[in-house]
């Protein structure tokens, strides 16, 4: 670990006019800021930080949480920390590289990396303070997997150049040694779940490496200026398969069916085995938005009548088969002397349950019909908003009222059973679409009235005890932000000691709480 004492030069002079920066996409109402600074480099950023009373890091300002909206601090937008270089099997960025340019910059090479969130415009930096997770989660894991260093700036200045594996905590404790003096952080005794997205309050494992505590951290403890990210081969072809199912019973059964299959693949390295990296699905109430809104036909996408769940799942091939007769194999799938290949594996999967006529499968040279389903299933919470923008015009109590649930996949089906029962048991307009391949859901209510909103956080509370008592996380990939629902599934998840103890490893790092305040935690 390396650390430089703060910066001697001038901060940039915050610009007065904040207005562009007062919401992000959870659109809280409220968002005031005293100006922002744009700075150019991690010695401006050190120069920020040594100065200012209150800060807000942002980058894109993507977050669903309002963790990104400022309340009378001032915002330090990383938009313009945009350096990049790719090195072998690494790319360094600075925080304000939105991902569609990480990952444009690393085709080039062949590369890409992972595990995105499903909004590509998000930055590197809001990518690592969110610990932020995708649709690939399933078979490439989250933003923190990928993570090999980080260079933050400490409130008060202070510079850190992290790599992995150079500072793990010792029984329980880290010690910092900076220019400013030691800063002594102590972990405490908490046991995060075991499930592979929790963006829930600071990581906390007994010998945990320290880049691990800034991933995640919600702009709390640190600015993240700069990232170095590992990166994968891309795939040597990918097929997207639309596959309408006529129950939420079979689609569980579906992807359950086809995870083992591919978790199977990849631990006997078959190159005939079913390889999935993601099966994203929405739901009935979410098929209905899009039709109401036309986007089936629109993108010319079939879907039946019967449809009540949509998957859409994501085939990697291996180079050996990709691109060698996949329509053959595909028309052949049902015959008895068909080849044994990853396609007709999956095709007879599908077969078995009955799905397999109204399924869609875009090969990999159709990459306008697999974009095209990425697209409706990205209309779901498009339509979502929309409706609730429009409900809040009536309304002005009205408010996005979501959750983003995740538990171990064998209890997933006896999740959506209580998830189904707590928000129709109330009479709301419920619809759900997520990464059904991790588990993970995210329920929306349609509020018709500021009474839906109240009773829609009652239902998320509830289900978060539910999700809790199954061994889950009531905060998967969002964060917690500034929601206090969220921040309140935060409490029930650790407890009033555990959320002190956490409080304590943001004093130990920034004892005037002058970063962030008032995100994960509410204000004191
Ligand atoms: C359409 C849509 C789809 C989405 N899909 C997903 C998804 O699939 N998975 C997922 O995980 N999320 C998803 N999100 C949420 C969001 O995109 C992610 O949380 C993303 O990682 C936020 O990045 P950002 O650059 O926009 O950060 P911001 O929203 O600007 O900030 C988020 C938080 O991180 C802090 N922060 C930002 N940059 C820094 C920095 N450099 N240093 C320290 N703190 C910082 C902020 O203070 C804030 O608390 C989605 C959002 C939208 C609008």
Redesign the pocket.
């Known amino acids: 670990m390396n650390t430089r004492a703060p910066s001697t030069s001038a901060a940039p002079a915050p610009e007065p006019d904040a207005s562009s920066f007062l919401e ?2 959870a659109h809280y109402p409220g968002g005031n800021a005293a100006g922002v600074i744009r700075p150019r480099s991690i010695d401006d950023v050190s120069a920020c930080l040594r100065e200012a009373r209150r800060v ?9 949480t309002g ?2 909206t400022p309340f009378g601090d001032i915002v330090l937008s ?1 938009e313009r920390l945009t350096s990049i270089s790719v090195d072998s099997d690494r790319v360094r960025v600075g ?1 304000g590289v939105p991902l569609q340019a990480v990952q444009d910059e690393l085709a080039k090479t062949g590369r890409w990396f992972p595990p995105v ?3 590509l415009g ?2 590197a ?3 690592v ?2 610990c ?4 690939a989660t399933f078979k490439y894991g989250t933003v923190r997997e990928w993570v090999e260093g980080l260079t933050i700036v400490l409130a008060g200045g202070d510079v850190l150049e992290l790599s992995r594996g150079e500072c793990r905590a010792t029984d329980g404790v880290f010690t910092i040694s900076t220019a400013s003096g030691d800063r002594t952080v102590t972990l405490p005794d908490v046991r995060m779940p075991d499930v592979p997205k929790r963006s829930a309050g600071y990581f906390i494992a007994p010998d945990m490496d320290l880049v691990d505590l800034f991933i995640g951290s ?2 709390t403890l ?4 700069e990232a170095t990210f590992r990166t994968a081969p891309l795939p040597a072809a990918l097929c997207r398969a639309f596959v309408p199912v006529p129950s939420e019973d079979l689609a569980i059964v579906l992807a359950g069916e086809l995870r083992a299959a591919a978790i199977d693949t990849w631990r006997t390295r078959d190159p005939r085995g079913i390889d999935i990296a993601a099966i994203e699905h929405v739901d009935a109430r979410s098929i209905a938005v899009i039709r109401e809104d036309g986007v089936d036909r629109r993108l010319d996408i079939a879907l039946p009548s019967g449809a009540a769940v949509v998957l859409l799942v994501d085939l990697e091939l291996p180079a050996t088969v990709a691109g060698q007769g996949l329509w053959s194999e595909l028309e052949s799938a049902r015959d008895a002397g068909a080849a044994d290949s990853p396609l007709v594996r999956f095709c007879r999967l599908l077969d078995r349950h009955g799905v397999l006529d109204d399924t869609e499968i875009a090969l990999p040279a159709d990459r306008a019909r697999a974009a095209a389903f990425a697209e409706l299933r ?1 209309a779901v ?1 498009a339509g979502v908003n929309r409706r609730v923008a429009q409900a809040k015009q009536a309304d002005p109590a009205i408010s996005k009222t979501a959750a983003d649930m995740i538990v171990p996949f064998d209890r997933f089906a006896e999740m959506m059973r209580e998830c189904r029962r707590l928000f129709a048991g109330r009479d709301l307009d419920l619809a759900v679409w997520g990464h059904i391949s991790d588990g993970n859901v995210h329920p929306n209510v349609i509020p018709r009235s500021a009474g839906d909103v109240a009773k829609g956080r009652d239902a998320i509370l509830e289900l978060g005890a539910a999700v809790i008592a199954m061994g889950g996380c009531p905060l998967a ?3 917690v ?1 500034r929601n206090p629902t969220k921040q309140q599934l935060l409490r029930q998840l650790y407890g009033s000691a555990g959320i002190d103890a956490m409080r304590k490893i943001k004093l130990s790092l920034d004892p005037n709480g002058s970063l ?1 305040s008032g ?1 994960i935690f509410p204000p004191e």
């Open positions: 992000d996409a807000l890091v942002v980058g894109a300002q993507s977050s669903l963790g990104a990383t925080a969130p499903t909004y998000a930055f930096g809001g990518a303070a969110t932020a997770a995708g649709a919600e702009g640190g600015a993240i200026v990205e919470p990939e969002h964060g932000g962030a995100v």
